[in-house]
């Protein structure tokens, strides 16, 4: 994954996901209960690093876009400033000069890692920042055998008011599994109008890995972890085949 991964569409982020805050109160409740100071990995635009900084916890945010670590920078206020610090770097490399006492890479974005060696990389570096019996969360989608069938999928997703430039944008995405490399690729397209008639369309293309349950298990076993918990959603509900989440919760 390289540092541009997200530049392209830092912008539509926020709108994408400004009706997800499920996993918030989660995150929150774990950081509360870790009671040290907190690592996002892959923190974007500060989705929920910003709330746990307005809970007043001292939280260090990671990311490799410029773009989505901008945006987040200008969500900071006088109230949250001291709380707050971002860092741009790569997850499976990096390299901060202090420990953690919880550490979480939430929505899927460990799964930018796609080879087996550049998720052990970033277990290690986990491993080598949270502190004795810190806690690691990491939250992955839960592969299904029936979608995974399917090889390829084209569906959907809705449109959202681009407040900026006072456009709807619709979107729709394209996905493949390839099977052999337990990986999804997706397409999605991003498409409007603007106030003068012309059409516009922009493709961002990424790649997943996905992995199930006790291959998650073992990876996280074979780094050193201890895994305490694996939910199925974030009101803490077990983890079941068709939950659609993993929520693996770990201990140094």
Known sequence: MGDAFFDRVARFYDHEQKDFVKDIPFYLDYAKQCGGEVLELGCGTGRILLPIARAGIEITGLDASEEMLDIARKKIDEAIGNKVTLVKGDMK???????????????RSFQCLLTKQEQ?????????????????????????????????????????????????????????????????????????????????????????????????????????????????????????????????????
């Open 93 to 107: 490399a990096f390299k901060l000069s202090k420990h953690f006492s919880m550490i979480f890479i939430a929505f």
């Open 120 to 252: 052990v990389s970033c277990l290690e570096c986990v491993w080598n920042h949270l502190a004795d019996n810190g806690t690691l969360i990491i939250d992955l989608f839960a592969p299904r055998h029936d979608l995974l069938a399917q090889i390829q999928r084209s569906f959907d997703l809705g449109e959202f008011h681009d407040q900026e430039n006072d456009v709807f944008v619709t979107r729709r995405a394209e996905d493949k599994y390839d099977l052999a490399k337990q990986t999804l690729h997706e397409d999605r397209f991003y498409e409007w109008t603007d106030k003068e008639g012309k059409f516009y369309c922009q493709k961002w293309s990424f790649d997943l890995s996905y992995l199930f349950r006790y291959e998650a298990e073992l990876l996280l076993q074979k780094c050193g972890f201890r895994v305490e918990q694996v939910y199925g959603d974030f009101d803490k509900s077990s983890y079941n085949y068709y939950s659609g989440e993993q929520i693996f919760v770990a201990r140094k």
